[in-house]
């Protein structure tokens, strides 16, 4: 069974950063494209970052480049995302995701993923 927990939310002051991390089970990771997403109250979900199956390629949503470095840690099975330079807005629960095996997704879409994390709150206050 696979299972994707994501860990690191909290709370922090606009400016402040979190490391948000995401260990997976039942899967080997290196074999897929990973993906961080959010979800603000009230808003659709929406991509963040994406990194591939080797690290060469990775993606950014323009809201958090310069900001957010996603990385991976293959031999931890473990995907992280540091967050820099905080604002509210940032405030979402961030999930984790992860392509199917071998298969490198076409787009920053959500379907796109198979493997998804239960999510962690980020909360930013002013």
């Known amino acids: 069974q696979v299972q994707l927990v994501e860990s690191g939310g909290g709370l922090v002051q606009a400016g402040g950063s979190l490391r948000l991390s995401c260990a997976a089970s039942?899967?080997?990771?290196?074999?897929?494209?990973m993906g961080w997403f959010r979800q603000a109250p009230g808003e659709e979900r929406e991509f963040v970052a994406s990194?591939?199956?080797?690290?060469?390629?990775?993606v950014y949503a323009d809201s958090v480049k310069g900001r957010f470095t996603i990385s991976r840690d293959n031999a931890k099975n473990t995907v992280y995302l540091q967050m820099n330079s905080l604002k509210p807005e940032d405030t979402a629960v961030y999930y984790c995701?992860?392509?199917?095996?071998?298969?490198?997704?076409?787009?920053?879409?959500?379907?796109?993923?198979?493997?998804w994390g239960q999510g962690t709150q980020a909360t930013v206050s002013s």
């Open positions: 995701a992860a392509s199917r095996p071998y298969y490198s997704p076409r787009s920053r879409a959500g379907h796109e993923y198979t493997y």
């Open positions: 039942g899967v080997t990771l290196s074999a897929s494209t």
């Open positions: 990194i591939s199956r080797t690290g060469t390629t990775i």
